[in-house]
């Protein structure tokens, strides 16, 4: 009799297990049955571009001796200001250099920053768009605007990239800049999208509705414009 009660118990936990089982592994088919089918969209962080600080020209000097050198290097001259015992002026203002090889220079005092982007954000950059740049703390900040993007990469590296420059006044050459482009389109996933038709439900609406938006293809991957489709909305997959 305890036998067959110890058979009975044992079967009785092994149904209660399996039931457990079966509710478990449903209740994940259906989640990840709702997940598959709708997309909330998000808004990517700010895309940070790293650069270092140039002058726009570098003028080179006449040669002479260190002891006809009447200014320091690194010290800012005006142009036309004598800069040598003999009388000889310079062509223009900026900072006086002493190069390794003992020649002597001029860095303007129009600079940029010299940066690079690679192809798959060189749709996020275009030529006069305001940025955002910060040294490489964040202590110091600037509005800038982009002065000029290559169409032509320069890279020879895996990864294609586009040179780009951005005006800056009151920063030393040399000094490591940090450029924020904001994300102004949003990834729309395969799936939610067919031939630029997606269902949407925007944050401020309680349904769904068809609309027809313009899909930026970059790198294999579909973007939308943020105006299209705002960050927050949610998307249904669309039948095909």
């Given at each position: 009799?305890?036998?067959?009660?110890?058979?009975?118990?044992?079967?009785?936990?092994?149904?209660?297990?399996?039931?457990?089982?079966?509710?478990?592994?449903?209740?994940?088919?259906?989640?990840?049955?709702?997940?598959?089918?709708?997309?909330?969209?998000?808004?990517?962080?700010?895309?940070?571009?790293?650069?270092?600080?140039r002058?726009?020209?570098?003028?080179?000097?006449?040669?002479?001796?260190?002891?006809?050198?009447?200014?320091?290097?690194?010290?800012?001259?005006?142009?036309?200001?004598?800069?040598?015992?003999?009388?000889?002026?310079?062509?223009?203002?900026?900072?006086?250099?002493?190069?390794?090889?003992?020649?002597?220079?001029?860095?303007?005092?129009?600079?940029?920053?010299?940066?690079?982007?690679?192809?798959?954000?060189?749709?996020l950059?275009?030529q006069?768009?305001?940025?955002?740049?910060?040294?490489?703390?964040g202590?110091?900040?600037?509005?800038?605007?982009?002065?000029?993007?290559?169409?032509?990469?320069?890279s020879?590296?895996?990864?294609?990239?586009?040179?780009?420059?951005?005006?800056?006044?009151?920063?030393?050459?040399?000094?490591?800049?940090?450029?924020?482009?904001?994300?102004?389109?949003?990834?729309?996933?395969?799936?939610?999208?067919?031939?630029?038709?997606?269902?949407?439900?925007?944050?401020?609406?309680?349904a769904?509705?068809?609309?027809?938006?313009?899909?930026?293809?970059?790198?294999?991957?579909?973007?939308?414009?943020?105006?299209?489709?705002?960050?927050?909305?949610?998307?249904?997959?669309?039948?095909?």
């Amino acid at each position: 009799m305890r036998k067959r009660l110890v058979i009975l118990g044992l079967i009785l936990l092994s149904f209660v297990g399996l039931y457990a089982l079966l509710t478990s592994y449903q209740l994940a088919t259906t989640t990840t049955a709702k997940e598959t089918k709708e997309y909330k969209v998000v808004r990517q962080k700010d895309l940070v571009l790293s650069g270092v600080v140039r002058a726009e020209e570098i003028k080179a000097l006449d040669s002479t001796s260190p002891e006809n050198v009447k200014i320091k290097n690194g010290e800012h001259i005006t142009k036309g200001q004598v800069i040598y015992q003999t009388g000889y002026t310079t062509p223009i203002s900026g900072t006086f250099i002493v190069k390794e090889d003992g020649s002597y220079a001029v860095a303007s005092d129009a600079k940029y920053i010299d940066a690079s982007v690679t192809e798959l954000d060189r749709h996020l950059i275009s030529q006069g768009m305001q940025v955002k740049v910060a040294n490489i703390d964040g202590s110091k900040k600037y509005d800038c605007v982009v002065k000029k993007v290559d169409v032509l990469p320069s890279s020879e590296e895996s990864i294609t990239k586009y040179r780009l420059q951005v005006p800056i006044q009151g920063v030393n050459v040399g000094v490591h800049m940090n450029i924020n482009i904001p994300y102004s389109s949003v990834l729309i996933p395969g799936k939610f999208e067919d031939k630029g038709k997606i269902l949407i439900k925007k944050s401020n609406s309680k349904a769904f509705k068809k609309r027809k938006i313009n899909i930026i293809r970059t790198m294999g991957l579909k973007y939308a414009s943020i105006a299209e489709v705002p960050a927050g909305s949610v998307l249904k997959e669309v039948a095909k």
